[in-house]
């Protein structure tokens, strides 16, 4: 075979909603290039394990995230996006709900933290464009499937799904509208438990009905919010 | 960095419609391992080249079909899916239409045909799980978006889009229902001209409305034939 001397690696974009924001897990470089800025978790594939087994093994030595599943993304693989050697980033994504996990950073890791998306640091190598393109795939998804079941928590007020919505359509939504849409689907259970929030009125919890939500999960269906 | 020995390499799903049937290009390799077995073209990326550099420059050399755009379907990196080395393929994928392209093996491939998708013979490596997979994304694009403009003739009959359709969704369709849904979407136009197949009456040509296509392609739309 041709002598190729490019490297292979797998880096997680793992979101999760924090604090009424969609955040995304950073950890921060403890080694060159980049030593210090805030980065995707990730590392190089070990020789003998399988592409998804090295997504997560990185994910849990740097960030302590567990997770059961990773969906890949894209496979990153401009010539000098690495400024040491060439290097090939096969990325994955996974959503999960941040209170369920305690990160410690480790390894290639001096420190983790959620960041909102919102409010990003200056990313390394070409990780904003990663984290971009895991936005889309999030966009795209929402417009046939639904979402939330594994980011919100398993009681949610109805305004924390529409503020998911928000966030990730990156646009405000017509409520009356949306409400309408989502309710029509029935994958919402509204429960007989009221909380209070600010200075409004006490308003329901909701829970996903799970048989529903895996149903259109599976079969698709058109969101359309405009 | 760790001393890694993991090649990269790109490999191209190219279907195109052909004799009523949908179709998938081939070459059969000049070079072990798997030689002379039927496989996807593709082959390992030049050190400075881009992944689609890579995998147009693959895909002319050894079939001389040369495509705009390939879309990246998903990477495979099963430890011992090459019998050499450990190899990773990134792979893509393009619609076109057959009779637009003269092909000609050569480089690594001794020969090259459309295969119909239903009468495949043995591929070499995990070229069938490649191509299970490129069969996947097309029949999701399919629920969200129209589907044909690349595949088919600039006019047609009414009875290849079906057809089209069936072959990939891998079933039988109401037809009734079929027609009734995709002209709801205002993509076609009926020309005034008829061709005669067969035994039957001369039936209407038609051909894409481009704009409409376009937008409803980027926009999304639900086509839940069941």
Redesign the interface.
Known sequence: ??R?????AVDAVVFGYKDKSLNVLLIKRNIDPFKDSWALPGG????????EHAVERELKEETNVTVDYME?L??F???DRDP???V?S?TYFALVKPEHHKIKADTDAKDVAWFDLQKLPELAFDHKMILQKAKERLQNKL??EPIGFDLLEDKFLFSDLERLYMIILEKQIDRRNFRKKILSFDILEELDEKVSEGRGRPANLFRFNKKQYFTLKR????F?IK
């Not at 079969?219 to 058109?222: D, I, K």
């Open positions: 075979m041709i190729q001397n490019i490297k292979v190089l594939v070990v020789e003998n394990e399988s592409l890949q894209y496979s693989g401009t010539p040491r050697n060439r090939i096969i417009t046939y079969e698709g269906f058109l359309d």
